[in-house]
T-cell receptor, first 112, second 114 residues
Framework: DAKTTQPTSMDCAEGRAANLPCNHS???????VYWYRQIHSQGPQYIIH???NNETNEMASLIITEDRKSSTLILPHATLRDTAVYYC?????????????FGKGTKLSVIP | GAVVSQHPSRVICKSGTSVKIECRSL??????MFWYRQFPKQSLMLMAT?????????EQGVEKDKFLINHASLTLSTLTVTSAHPEDSSFYIC??????????FGQGTRLTVV
C-alpha cells in the first residue's frame, strides 16, 4: 500500500471549515484514499473514501487532485467534537477483510 | 450501521495474571477480525489477524504464546494477554469489516498492568 504524508497537527476555529491535506505521491491506479479519525481514547471511526472523483457524505468532503497524488479532507463546519487525530490511508479496495495500516495522522484541534 | 463492541473498556490487572478482551460484531458475521495495539501518543499497530475456525496470524514481533487469540464463532474473537507485565499496558482495539462496507472498530480496551 502506498505511503502517505500528513501534517503533524493543525488548529481550526470552531464553525470554520477544516481542511486536512494528505500527500500520497506513490499511489497506484487501483488504490483508494480512505480517511478515518480517532477521538481520544476511542477506536477509529470511518469518515469517507474515494478513488479519483470528489466525494461527499454527511460527515465530510474528500477532494482528490487530478493526478491523485494528494487529497484534502474537508470538514465544512468544524465543531469541538471534531477534535481528533485524522488518518489518511491508501490501499487497494478488495472483497473480503483486510487490515489497515495507520500512519501518524494529523492531530486536529478545534478551538472555541 | 454495523457495530463492533469490545469488553471491557478498561481493565487493571496485577503482573503475572492473564486478561481476556472480547470483540463482538453485533449485527454482522465476521470471519476475520483484526487486533491492534496503541501505545500513548503513537499510532495503531496491527498485532494479529483473527480467523474464525482456524489459527490466528501474528505480525512479526508479536508473541503468539503471550497474546492468545480465539475466534470460535462468527461474531466473537477474544484476545488473552497471558502473564501480563507492565510493558503490556496499552490500548487494545479490534476491527471487523461487514461485506461490502468499510472497516469498523471497537471502542478499545485500556489495559493497565500494575
Amino acid at each position: 500500500d502506498a505511503k502517505t504524508t500528513q501534517p503533524t497537527s493543525m488548529d481550526c476555529a470552531e464553525g470554520r471549515a477544516a481542511n486536512l491535506p494528505c500527500n500520497h505521491s506513490t499511489i497506484s491506479g487501483n488504490e483508494y484514499v480512505y480517511w478515518y479519525r480517532q477521538i481520544h481514547s476511542q477506536g477509529p471511526q470511518y469518515i469517507i473514501h474515494g478513488l479519483k472523483n470528489n466525494e461527499t457524505n454527511e460527515m465530510a468532503s474528500l477532494i482528490i487532485t487530478e493526478d491523485r497524488k494528494s487529497s484534502t479532507l474537508i470538514l465544512p463546519h468544524a465543531t469541538l467534537r471534531d477534535t481528533a487525530v485524522y488518518y489518511c490511508i491508501v490501499r487497494v479496495a478488495r472483497a473480503g477483510s483486510y487490515q489497515l495500516t495507520f500512519g501518524k495522522g494529523t492531530k486536529l484541534s478545534v478551538i472555541p | 450501521g454495523a457495530v463492533v463492541s469490545q469488553h471491557p473498556s478498561r481493565v487493571i490487572c496485577k503482573s503475572g495474571t492473564s486478561v481476556k478482551i472480547e470483540c463482538r460484531s453485533l449485527d454482522f458475521q465476521a470471519t476475520t477480525m483484526f487486533w491492534y495495539r496503541q501505545f500513548p501518543k503513537q499510532s495503531l499497530m496491527l498485532m494479529a489477524t483473527s480467523n474464525e475456525g482456524s489459527k490466528a496470524t501474528y505480525e512479526q514481533g508479536v508473541e503468539k504464546d503471550k497474546f492468545l487469540i480465539n475466534h470460535a464463532s462468527l461474531t466473537l474473537s477474544t484476545l488473552t494477554v497471558t502473564s501480563a507485565h507492565p510493558e503490556d499496558s496499552s490500548f487494545y482495539i479490534c476491527s471487523a469489516r461487514p461485506a461490502g462496507t468499510e472497516a469498523f472498530f471497537g471502542q478499545g480496551t485500556r489495559l493497565t498492568v500494575v
